[in-house]
């Protein structure tokens, strides 16, 4: 099954692929590897998912926010390798950063929103190394920014 398919199967509709609001590039390919800039918490009606997980988020909302930046990842990845996912070997480490509260320590449960979809939409392919980080701050109030590395063919 393709990836594409994999989408298809899970009902996933990916967003449009947001353009760098700084001085800096959405992805980069660097010989066989992808480097996607990190992807911040984007509602399905285009709102940013903003607040700190553990005062104005849930773990289980934290988990749909980095969902979402996941789903922003694939987009970005698709557009990097000219609308072909079949150029994607393996996504290699997922670093995501969650604005928590300072007692908050259920990062991991928030990122794998993201790690989650990643391995559903690539399967064995999907699996990668991965930190979850917790943050006092994200650009714009944000939930949750996730960014990606992955290994083309």
């Known amino acids: 099954m393709t990836f594409e398919n994999k989408l298809k199967e899970l009902k996933i509709k990916l967003p449009e692929a947001k353009p760098p609001v700084g001085s800096y590039v959405a992805t980069k390919i660097s010989g066989n590897f992808l480097f996607i800039s990190g992807q911040i918490s984007i509602s399905n009606d285009g709102e940013l998912i903003k607040g700190k997980v553990g005062k104005d988020l849930t773990v ?36 995501g950063f969650v604005n928590s509260t300072d007692d908050f320590t259920e990062q991991p449960k928030v990122i794998n929103g993201a790690s989650d979809l990643i ?23 944000v939930s949750v920014e996730v960014d990606a590395i992955f290994e083309l063919n």
């Open 60 to 95: 289980d909302q934290g988990y749909k926010a980095a969902e979402r930046c996941g789903m922003s990842i694939i987009s970005q990845a698709k557009v990097a390798c000219n609308g072909d996912l079949s150029k994607i070997k393996s996504c290699i480490k997922l670093t």
């Open 119 to 141: 391995s559903s939409v690539f399967g064995n392919a999907g699996m990668h190394t991965r930190a979850a980080v917790s943050t006092n701050s994200l650009p714009l109030g």
